[in-house]
């Protein structure tokens, strides 16, 4: 079971937070946490807990937890296109409604792309929908960080391949820079 604190509760959380996120790879114990999370934050896509035990152990070189007086605040699931290894697909990211507007995100994306693990990808691309507004800032904004030359595609119709039962997925694809993605 996860018990989660409200931070509203707790204001001088909120006002030490950037410096008090602990940015890791997440774990196998890390998935039914990382499972609760995804469940406070639509409109993402709630997967099974066996499929963020398999995030956060396969992909967990790829993926990247942020805790906050151990608890879990953001997670970034994402992974290395097969059939492109230089592409890092972004598949979800998830910060706890009371860690939002902190630059959380941002900060979780930034640190994930400096790892050694990925210093090889030269594309990172991720699917949004339209209604999406804080995925959206958050790409366009690594966008004008790598020299705004990302690209936006359909990726999945809502009509030819959702049926009408999802709306629309955009694909984004953003060339990196070297300057991001260089270790620290």
């Known amino acids: 079971m996860v018990i989660q604190t409200a931070w509203t509760a707790c204001?001088?959380?909120?006002?030490?937070?950037?410096?008090?996120?602990?940015?890791?790879a997440p774990s196998r114990e890390d998935g039914s946490t990382v499972h609760a999370l995804i469940?406070?934050?639509?409109?993402?896509?709630?997967?099974?807990?066996?499929c963020n035990f398999l995030q956060a152990s396969h992909f967990a070189n790829t993926c990247?937890?942020?805790?906050?007086?151990?608890?879990?605040?953001?997670?970034?699931?994402?992974?290395?296109?097969?059939?492109?290894?230089?592409a890092l697909f972004v598949w979800q990211v998830a910060v706890h409604?009371?860690?939002?507007?902190?630059?959380?995100?941002?900060?979780?994306l930034s640190t994930l792309l400096q790892r050694e693990s990925v210093s090889d990808v030269e594309y990172l691309e991720t699917t949004i929908t339209n209604d999406n507004q804080g995925s959206w800032r958050l790409f366009q904004k690594l966008d004008r960080?790598?020299?705004?030359?990302?690209?936006?595609?359909?990726?999945?119709?809502?009509?030819r391949h959702f049926q009408g039962e999802h709306d629309t997925e955009y694909l984004y694809r953003i060339p990196l820079k070297s300057s991001l993605t260089d270790k620290e």
């Open 11 to 24: 204001p001088n959380w909120i006002d030490s937070a950037q410096n008090s996120w602990v940015l890791r």
């Open 39 to 50: 469940a406070l934050c639509p409109p993402l896509d709630e997967n099974s807990a066996y």
């Open 64 to 86: 990247i937890l942020a805790e906050m007086h151990e608890q879990c605040v953001g997670f970034i699931s994402a992974y290395r296109k097969p059939s492109e290894p230089n």
């Open 97 to 108: 409604p009371d860690a939002r507007g902190q630059g959380l995100a941002y900060r979780m």
């Open 145 to 159: 960080e790598m020299g705004e030359d990302g690209e936006v595609t359909t990726f999945l119709d809502t009509a």
